[in-house]
């Protein structure tokens, strides 16, 4: 692997790629903007490749649609990495200067032959052949990914496979290729990079390392915990028994997280719960204190985008009634329970504090952005004008590593109770926990309530027609959605989305994760779909259940 | 490549159009139909030039630039064929009680061609038999007689969010803007990313939300999305502390080249929202959620979270932050947990 977590190149670099490979994002619905860079590039004559279960948007456009059977990622990248290796396609020089451990990679593929593959994923060995040839052969090439990539049991293989098709073939360091995680919330990228990590102070600098545990506790002037904490994952698996109390700031852990019913339970056993928040939420159920926050219309501060690009955010209006910004709040917070927080002036004075902790956006301020506009990390001083593409001179510390991985099977497959393969995500006029978006006039028009999509055959078998309603049920829970019959989806395999806290779909998804990361598995569990009879409305049937 | 304009010899490159050379030695070439996300159509007809050894005058957004050109870009010939298009332009178009094209939206390109370019003699109006429709989406409002027809909406719809929901209709005089059998725009292939109202020269396409709305009165302040990852900039039209409308920057200028979504123009209803927290809320011993000052609950929460530190150990508390919030909000959330609670329970969403 190489570098953090994060686009290693720039998004307006995509119009000038000559080869696009798509795989476990659907660009349109979830980054629309980035879709159009795409669509941009495919009008210019750029190559398109996307490998996804569903017939999106994208699929169309594309000069190869790889629909591959959920959770089967791992089994297609190394066949590609098979192809490349016995055809000679790679890059020797790349591999000999900038990396180690390609005998990993050469041991791990020597059997994974696009023959083998096509049984697993469902593609068929010419097409994984072709893509395989295109993407090793074409000089501006760059791979483009998100969730659908990391939320399974494998979610790590995956990208470790991914890793690996951009060190054999060289597209690194390079205009226009790299490795792209397009992610998925405005400040995802801006929230690691502050340290909002179990394992990581700002600027990525490990917990684990007693350096940067004396750094941290001589700024912050209080001593440190040596100890890893436990990730968002792990803190939902224990709540209730290893977590007995919870700060949650922005976020509906009720909704958004795998296995609801386990989450409320849990919560239940939680001793305390402070939700900080702008709307009341699913959490709020379980809250002992709510404190009023502002949106990000109603306070200043930097968001930090896919690319690593530091932005600022405007108070353009006041916040409503008592209502205040997180940061002030935070602070305020902090001083009640006894410790000593700085009395900054306003975020710029936070944002100088963070930034004079880590080398990586030490060059960074509020003044510069409001002359210059956004800024890109790594920005080590001042005079430093950000970096739109990474590993310019060979990958950030010292050699980039090959890893072998091999195909394992998702956690939950479909069986005779459970025959349906259901994957879960976000479409384009709803935003996850949806508290801003159901209040929006457009989207309420588009997409008022939850739906699921099936293949024709899959419903006819059923006695299922196009907008009725069924019944969808997994061993973790049941929820009522209309059927959406839809041309989009392979045979076997349904689909939801997740911002309904009415029928909310992650009462379906299995909270089993990743053995590294502990990620859920979002993209694959097995559930049944039964028509649902009598006259009953979305929300009333779920609210029965 | 080397070209002359208005008599100075310039540098063009492969590639460049005469309307590229120009703009970027500062000269001002009039356009409504042209922009540099769409292929160039030549219709509006605004940007014509002289060019030495041709009869007529050519679109410059169209013509590539070639070596040892010889263009005029104000020559009296150019400008009398502004003035005279300006007029016919005039004869069918709303105008205000100044003789001058309505202002719109965020402004009016035509209105400022004509302060600009002046007009050539007054032509009689044209009763254009358009057929008008009332379209039920909540967000696009489109008025035919603002309109121009330099079909950048069609195109931008059509090559940049391609969708191609809606298109050139009718013939002669009646020819209009519409979407297939004149169906609503939310029973088309629109996905409402609005991209036809930041193009519009004219404002005749516009926000239904902001109709009415004053754009000189409106304050504009330039933010980053809160969806996706992204990172768009936004520019947020404020009036009386209200979010009135949301606009896109200057294609070329930013992330973004000018776009967005449905959800970043549109989807600002939440913050001015009834359902919004205007006060802390503390649960208290019936259970349910009441009203309390800040001191208070701010009180309350401390005690709560420091009594769990004290009963289980600072390692029994999570803190959650939120990839929603600012960078600055995230690193004082952690230093919350670190320094102040001496635990590293602290993550957000990234956990996916």
């Given at each position: ?16 790629t ?14 629309p ?5 795409m ?11 996307v ?10 456009i594309?000069d190869l ?7 089967t ?68 090439a ?40 397009l ?16 394992v ?6 490990r ?5 940067a ?26 709540l209730g ?49 709510i ?38 709040i ?19 004075e ?19 952005i ?27 510390k ?23 393969v ?39 078998k ?20 209309t ?15 997740l ?42 049937a779920?609210?029965?259940? | ?52 050894g ?22 009296e010939?150019?400008k009398?064929?502004?003035a ?8 069918d178009?709303?105008l ?14 035509l209105?400022?061609h ?13 009763e ?67 991209g ?18 004053d ?59 009834e ?12 259970g ?19 009594g769990?530190?004290?009963?289980h ?40």
């Open positions: 692997m190489f570098g953090a977590g994060a686009m290693t190149n720039s998004i307006p670099e995509i119009r000038d000559e080869l696009m490979f798509v795989i476990g994002s659907n660009t349109t619905e979830a980054h903007i980035i879709a159009m860079e669509k941009r590039a495919k009008r210019r004559g750029a190559k398109l490749i490998a996804d279960p569903r017939k999106i948007w994208l699929s169309e594309a649609h790889l629909q591959i059977r959920p959770g990622d791992v089994a297609l990248l190394t066949a590609m990495a098979h192809v490349i290796v016995t055809e000679d396609l790679h890059d020797k020089e790349f591999i000999a200067a900038h990396t180690e451990g390609f005998e990993a990679v050469l041991e791990s593929t020597r059997e994974t032959t696009p023959e083998w593959a096509e049984e697993i994923t469902g593609v068929s060995a010419e097409d994984i052949r072709l893509a395989a040839r295109w993407y090793a052969t074409t000089e501006l760059g791979i483009y990914y998100t969730l659908g990539i990391t939320e399974h049991s494998h979610g790590t293989d995956n990208v470790y496979g991914l890793a690996n098709l951009v060190l054999m073939t060289g597209h690194l360091g390079k205009y226009a290729c790299g490795m792209n995680p992610r998925g919330q405005n400040n995802v990228q801006g929230a690691n990079d502050a340290g909002a990590s179990p990581f102070y700002p600027g990525y600098q917990v684990s390392d007693p350096a545990r004396r750094y941290f506790e001589e700024a912050w002037g209080a001593p440190l915990s040596p100890d890893d904490g436990m990730n968002l994952n792990v803190m939902m698996k224990t028994e290893g977590m007995k109390g919870l700060y949650i700031m922005g976020e509906d852990i009720v909704l958004s997280e795998p296995n609801t019913t386990a989450i409320e339970e849990g919560l239940n056993g939680v001793e305390f719960l402070v939700l900080q928040d702008i709307f009341l939420n699913e959490t709020a159920r379980f809250a002992d204190v404190l009023p926050a502002a949106c990000f219309a109603e306070k200043d501060g930097v968001f930090t985008n896919s690319d690593r690009r530091v932005q600022r955010v405007r108070k353009a209006v006041a916040p409503p009634g008592e209502a205040r910004a997180d940061w002030e935070i602070c305020d917070l902090a001083r009640a329970c006894g410790y000593e927080m700085p009395h900054y002036e306003g975020p710029h936070v944002y100088a504090e963070l930034a004079a902790l880590c080398d990586q956006f030490r060059g960074i301020s509020h003044e510069r409001e002359a210059e506009g956004g800024l890109q990390w790594p920005c080590p001083s001042e005079d430093h004008p950000g970096t739109p593409t990474l590993h310019g001179d060979g990958p950030i010292g050699k980039a590593s090959f890893q072998g991985i091999a195909y394992r099977p998702s956690l939950e497959l479909p069986d005779e109770d459970y025959p349906l259901l994957s879960t995500g976000r479409t384009l006029y709803h935003y996850n926990a949806a508290t801003q978006t159901r209040r929006s006039s457009g989207p309420l028009a588009k997409q008022p309530h939850n739906f699921v999509e099936m293949h024709r055959r899959d419903a006819r059923r006695g299922i027609a196009d907008g009725d309603l069924v019944q969808v049920s997994s061993r973790r829970g049941t929820v009522v959605a059927v959406n019959v839809s041309p989009r989806m392979r045979r076997g395999c349904v689909w939801m989305p911002h309904f806290p009415e029928s909310n779909t992650n009462r379906l998804t299995n909270d089993a994760g990743d053995p590294v990361t502990q990620t859920a598995e979002f993209k694959v569990c097995a559930v049944r779909v039964e028509p649902v009879r009598g006259p009953v409305s979305v929300g009333e779920s609210r029965q259940q | 490549m080397k070209v002359t304009l208005n008599g100075q010899v310039v540098d063009a490159r492969e590639g460049d159009t005469l309307l590229d050379v120009c703009r970027r030695e500062g000269l001002d070439v009039p356009t409504l139909c042209q922009d540099d996300r769409v292929d160039p159509m030549g219709s509006c007809r605004m940007c014509l030039v002289e060019v030495e041709q009869r007529r005058l050519l679109p410059s957004c169209a013509l590539p630039a070639e070596d040892g050109q010889v263009v005029l870009t104000e020559s010939k150019v009398r064929h502004r005279v298009l300006l007029s016919m332009y005039l004869s178009h709303e205000d009680q100044d003789g001058l094209p309505t202002e719109r939206g965020t402004g009016n390109k209105r400022e004509v302060l600009t370019h002046g007009t050539g003699p007054k032509l009689p109006p044209i254009a038999p358009r057929q008008y429709r009332v379209d039920a989406n909540p967000y696009v409002h489109f008025d035919p007689e603002a309109c121009v027809l330099c079909n950048l909406c069609v195109r931008y719809c059509d090559e940049v969010e391609a969708v191609a929901a809606i298109t050139l209709a009718g013939r002669g005089a009646g020819t209009t803007i519409a979407t297939a059998d004149n169906r609503d725009l939310m029973d088309t292939s629109c996905e409402l990313c609005g036809c109202i930041a193009v519009c020269p004219t404002g005749a396409m516009t926000e239904k939300a902001a109709l009415g709305s754009w000189r009165e409106e304050e504009v302040v330039r933010t980053t999305c809160n969806f996706c990852g992204v990172g768009c900039q936004l520019d947020l039209h404020v009036k009386d502390d209200r979010v009135v409308r949301a606009t896109s920057p200057e294609p070329g200028t930013t992330v973004n080249d000018g776009n967005l979504c449905v959800k970043g123009r549109f989807a600002t209803e939440f913050i001015h929202h359902d919004r927290l205007t006060q802390p809320l503390v649960r208290g011993e019936d349910q959620l009441h009203p309390a000052s800040w001191e208070a609950a701010l009180e309350v929460a401390a005690r709560g979270l420091l769990v530190k004290e009963r150990g600072a390692d029994r508390l999570g803190f959650i932050s939120s990839s929603r919030c600012t960078g600055e909000e995230n690193y004082l959330v952690q230093k919350l947990a670190r320094a102040a609670f001496g635990t590293n329970n602290c993550h957000q969403c990234a956990a996916t």
